[in-house]
């Protein structure tokens, strides 16, 4: 073979294995959405650098060594458990049960930082298995441990029968003790919640027989007020009748019943039924009510057998 064939042969397995390693070590690192891109540049010698950030859905294009670490930035809800042993005992020394909520994320605008100072090494294999496995290692590490102690703390505080009053101002003043702890983190807290507030059994049921009895205080309030009332009623009743009869006592003439008493006599006799009664009159043709002796009075004489009785006119 003549040496320019021997080296055109030459240059083309030159070129076959330099396309071959090319091939094998470049990458086109995608990013998917809600991640940020954190792009390192590899060596063959010496030690990977920064390159860049992509936010996704994108991806950075073939290149030599190129290799992204992909950090969630959507945000998260954690949940703190304060239960059985890790209970929290309040300022009047009474155990208290409770969750805090969090809300929170990593600052878009802060991938190098997040990546320079607050990632760990995390395997690779994990990663594959959790894409978000990075930042909530993150969170563990830098955050969970201090929220922690932020609501233990403001919970400590209150008497424990104040806390469920004051489960709103515990969650403003925690998320405000972390907000500042996590200033100049990428960390961003959005919001606090403490809530799911449990006492001891002793306790809850001491609150219920309290409430049931003042309950039945309010109850039997209530029926004293309405006997209150309804005797009111009755002695204004009892008044208004007591008036009704001085006035119609005051009102009862001679004339008047006279004249009742004929209306009466000529309403009997326009009835197609009626009976005739006699009894005894008094002065102006007034009926005598009352219980008579059935003797005769002094210096009268007494009435034939069978003699009708005389009726005055």
Request: proline share 6%; glycine share 6%; charged share 20%.
């Given at each position: 073979m003549?040496?320019?064939?021997?080296?055109t042969s030459?240059?083309a397995?030159?070129?076959c294995?330099?396309c071959?390693v090319?091939?094998?070590?470049?990458s086109?690192?995608?990013?998917?959405?809600?991640?940020?891109g954190?792009?390192?540049?590899?060596a063959?010698?010496g030690q990977?650098?920064?390159?860049?950030?992509?936010?996704?859905?994108?991806?950075a294009?073939?290149?030599w060594?190129?290799?992204?670490?992909?950090v969630?930035?959507?945000?998260?809800?954690?949940?703190e458990?304060?239960?059985?042993?890790?209970?929290?005992?309040?300022r009047?020394?009474?155990k208290?049960?409770?969750?805090?909520?969090?809300v929170?994320?990593?600052?878009d605008a802060k991938?190098?930082?997040f990546?320079s100072?607050?990632?760990?090494?995390?395997?690779r294999?994990?990663?594959?298995?959790d894409p978000?496995?990075i930042?909530?290692t993150?969170?563990?590490?830098?955050?969970?441990?201090?929220?922690?102690t932020f609501?233990?703390?403001?919970?400590?505080r209150?008497?424990?029968?104040?806390i469920?009053?004051a489960?709103?101002?515990?969650?403003?003043?925690v998320l405000?003790?972390?907000?500042?702890y996590?200033?100049?983190?990428?960390?961003l807290?959005?919001s606090?919640?403490?809530?799911?507030v449990?006492y001891p059994?002793e306790?809850?049921d001491a609150?219920?027989r309290?409430l049931?009895?003042?309950?039945?205080?309010?109850r039997?309030d209530?029926?004293?007020?309405?006997?209150?009332?309804e005797?009111?009623?009755?002695e204004?009743?009892?008044?208004?009748i007591?008036?009704?009869?001085?006035i119609i006592?005051?009102?009862?003439s001679?004339?008047?019943?006279?004249?009742?008493?004929?209306?009466?006599?000529?309403?009997?006799?326009g009835?197609?039924?009626h009976?005739v009664?006699?009894?005894p009159?008094?002065s102006?043709?007034?009926p005598?009510?009352?219980?008579?002796?059935a003797t005769?009075?002094?210096?009268?004489?007494?009435?034939?057998?069978?003699?009708?009785?005389?009726?005055?006119?």
């Amino acid at each position: 073979m003549s040496f320019p064939r021997l080296l055109t042969s030459a240059i083309a397995v030159f070129v076959c294995a330099l396309c071959f390693v090319w091939l094998a070590g470049s990458s086109n690192p995608v990013t998917p959405a809600g991640y940020v891109g954190y792009l390192t540049k590899g060596a063959v010698f010496g030690q990977s650098r920064f390159y860049g950030v992509q936010r996704g859905p994108t991806s950075a294009g073939r290149s030599w060594l190129l290799h992204v670490t992909n950090v969630s930035v959507t945000p998260y809800t954690y949940t703190e458990d304060f239960l059985g042993d890790e209970a929290v005992l309040s300022r009047d020394n009474l155990k208290i049960s409770f969750r805090v909520h969090t809300v929170w994320r990593i600052d878009d605008a802060k991938i190098p930082d997040f990546m320079s100072r607050f990632s760990t090494t995390v395997n690779r294999d994990a990663i594959e298995r959790d894409p978000d496995a990075i930042v909530k290692t993150a969170y563990t590490n830098f955050v969970r441990e201090p929220l922690k102690t932020f609501a233990l703390d403001e919970v400590q505080r209150r008497n424990g029968l104040e806390i469920k009053e004051a489960l709103i101002p515990i969650g403003e003043a925690v998320l405000q003790r972390v907000q500042r702890y996590t200033a100049n983190s990428p960390f961003l807290i959005a919001s606090v919640v403490v809530g799911n507030v449990q006492y001891p059994h002793e306790v809850a049921d001491a609150v219920s027989r309290k409430l049931a009895a003042t309950q039945e205080l309010q109850r039997m309030d209530t029926e004293i007020e309405i006997e209150r009332k309804e005797r009111t009623k009755r002695e204004v009743q009892a008044q208004g009748i007591a008036n009704a009869m001085q006035i119609i006592r005051g009102q009862l003439s001679d004339r008047y019943i006279q004249h009742e008493a004929i209306e009466a006599q000529k309403a009997m006799v326009g009835s197609p039924n009626h009976t005739v009664v006699y009894i005894p009159v008094g002065s102006m043709g007034v009926p005598l009510t009352g219980t008579f002796s059935a003797t005769a009075p002094q210096g009268a004489a007494p009435a034939a057998p069978g003699a009708p009785p005389k009726v005055q006119k």
